[in-house]
């Protein structure tokens, strides 16, 4: 049986639809019977040329709602990065009530992403009910960000220069029901998530990302804190209202006292900064500062303004996934950008899945792969090639889907045995 | 670790550097109520000492985060800026770095970087296929975001005659620009 010639690999590709998070990538898994060996990630199958559409077809302001959508998800951190870059290249400072603003809008909508992706990740695993709680759960943030900006998704608030709407003192009850309602649920999620034994085990030392990995691969966000890498660009970098607040990066071994670097800590990590976030809107509501929110109110002077104006800049934000930044040069007589560089924090994250997935089984693909929570575009099937006989076999997403939950099922039953 | 401010940090790059180093710009700002100050660096080195100014950084923090490689096209030269951040990890002690390098058009080489930090492979694809810069040594010489049919020979960033320029649609009526 130790005949090299014998020795069975097979590369399954996963994708380009995933099974996590219903947004186009490919993972070429090559696997030794159920163990995973080694993984590619093919990307591209999304790209939409956005950075081209800033350098040749639209001016500085219409990219404000171009860099909104570039992510459903992150709508509020590809325009604050953009508007910072744009900022720091034309020399425009914005007012101290619209940094607070800015922050604000920001913070809701970390607690919106970490919720949806704890979702997402009870559905991989399962856990249908704690999917759909989960879900409920987050309606209510939602529903204070349509109050505050007039809509659910892409918000339009930020503007160069400042913010495009107030929150005033009267809208301030009802921002605060809010955060009651979820401080009182959050003891509820904790245990939910971090005590049942199931979901301990099907996240337990699952998808590991060493410290030292995660230095040189360069991830950021909750993958990279997971791990024990104190980088939160709210704590290290100046900008916004953020500099005003002692901010202070977490990691898993606040609550669990040990940093393991896999999906459970991953867990506790958007667990605890949904808390934070939360502290921080509070602080935010407190301190904020009278007066203007808007630079320049006329566009069409504002835009004369940026035509004129020559400089380059970089703008960063710590998005729910992590460091999400951009890269802006203004040339005088330009109407279009010279340069535009998008770099969303999945970029540098996908470089650690190869890692964290060696080792690994095919039905943990589905969970250790969403626990960055990727944010790509979406999967329905996976061909499984025998490389030795050349055949393909289609593992759809359901199948996929399938043995990922069986597993949890597997656990589950032994432990109630 | 010894924190440097943004000033010493210039000297250093000089000293260590010697002729290749061009030039640096410090740029600052005053933030928000508190009024702490944002800063960022620009360094602009030449090619030659480009690897060195690398392993330079390396020393100011141990795993300098190297966040993307940007790349302008500037006419008759092509303007990389490596966007590294050091200091991670300090309250409000983090500093943007932008290590800047000209190249001439008709010598678009660069070595990699990717054993000094492995994380650069993406960024150093995608410089490749977009901007049609040569990483000499890169490990993984596939395309990273662009389709294996997209033509050879034509960079979606230039803004000269190897643009994507022939193939943009043109609307039924208009005039090809």
Same mark, same amino acid.
């Given at each position: ?54 350098? *040749? ?70 856990? %249908? ?21 007039? *809509? ?53 030392? /699952? ?176 061909? /499984? ?27 589950? *039953?032994?432990?109630?045995? | 670790? %010894? ?7 210039? %000297? ?93 058009? *008709? ?71």
């Amino acid at each position: 049986m130790k005949n090299e010639g014998m020795k069975t690999t097979y590369t399954i590709p996963v994708g380009p639809i995933h099974p996590a998070l219903k947004e186009p990538i490919r993972l070429d898994c090559k696997v030794d019977g159920e163990e995973i060996v080694d993984v590619d990630v093919v990307v591209g199958q999304v790209h939409r040329g956005i950075e081209w559409l800033g350098m *040749n077809r639209n001016n500085p302001i219409q990219n404000i709602y171009i860099a909104e959508r570039v992510c459903g998800i992150c709508n509020i951190s590809h325009p604050f990065a953009y508007i910072m870059a744009v900022e720091q290249a034309a020399g425009i400072t914005p007012p101290e009530r619209a940094e607070y603003i800015r922050v604000i809008i920001a913070e809701m909508e970390r607690i919106h992403s970490h919720l949806l992706w704890a979702g997402v990740a009870a559905h991989e695993i399962g856990f %249908e009910s704690v999917f759909y709680l989960v879900w409920r759960v987050r309606e209510e943030i939602m529903d204070l960000m349509e109050y505050i900006t007039g *809509n659910r998704v892409t918000k339009a608030m930020f503007q160069i220069g400042g913010v495009r709407r107030d929150i005033t003192e009267e809208q301030f009850p009802r921002i605060r029901k809010t955060l009651d309602y979820y401080k009182t649920i959050f003891n509820q999620l904790k245990t939910v998530f971090l005590d049942d034994r199931t979901i301990r085990m099907r996240t337990r030392n /699952v998808g590991i990302l060493k410290k030292e990995d995660a230095l040189k691969l360069l991830a950021c966000g909750p993958t990279g804190r997971a791990s024990g890498v104190t980088k939160d660009v709210r704590q290290d970098q100046v900008y916004s209202a953020y500099a005003d607040m002692d901010i202070k990066a977490i990691t898993p071994d606040v609550l669990t006292e040990t940093i393991v670097g896999d999906v459970y800590d991953r867990i506790v990590v958007r667990l605890l900064e949904v808390k934070q976030s939360i502290e921080i809107i509070e602080r935010c509501l407190e301190e904020m500062p009278p007066g203007e929110i808007l630079v320049e109110p006329k566009m069409a002077k504002l835009l004369n303004t940026l035509k004129k104006a020559g400089g380059e800049g970089v703008g960063r934000h710590e998005a729910p996934r992590g460091e999400c930044i951009h890269y802006v040069r203004l040339e005088s007589g330009r109407e279009t950008l010279a340069t535009w560089k998008i770099r969303a924090p999945t970029y540098v994250n996908l470089m650690a899945v190869p890692t964290m997935l060696k080792g690994a089984q095919i039905a943990d693909v589905p969970i250790a792969f969403a626990s960055i929570d990727p944010c790509i575009s979406c999967t329905n099937r996976a061909v /499984v090639v025998d490389t030795k006989t050349n055949k393909k076999s289609l593992l759809t997403n359901e199948e996929l889907h399938q043995l990922c939950v069986e597993k949890t099922r597997k656990l589950s *039953n032994e432990l109630a045995r | 670790m %010894e924190i440097l401010s943004p000033e010493e940090i210039v %000297e250093s790059f000089k000293t260590a550097l010697g002729a290749s180093f061009v030039n640096a710009k410090i740029y600052q700002r005053e933030v928000a109520v508190k009024k702490n100050l944002f800063q960022s660096i620009w360094i602009y080195v030449k090619r030659d000492a480009f690897r060195q100014a690398v392993e330079h950084i390396c020393k100011l923090q141990e795993y300098p985060h190297l966040a993307v490689i940007s790349s302008s096209d500037l006419g008759d030269s092509v303007e990389l800026i490596y966007h590294f951040t050091i200091y991670y990890g300090h309250h409000l002690k983090e500093l943007s770095l932008g290590l800047c390098l000209n190249l001439p058009k *008709n010598d678009l080489k660069i070595p990699t970087i990717t054993d000094i930090i492995p994380g650069a492979l993406f960024t150093e694809r995608e410089t490749q296929e977009m901007m049609g810069v040569e990483v000499v040594g890169i490990p993984d010489n596939r395309r990273l975001f662009l389709p294996e049919d997209f033509p050879e020979g034509v960079y979606p960033w230039r803004k000269d005659e190897k643009g994507p320029y022939d193939m943009l649609r043109v609307l039924p009526g208009r005039e090809k620009k």
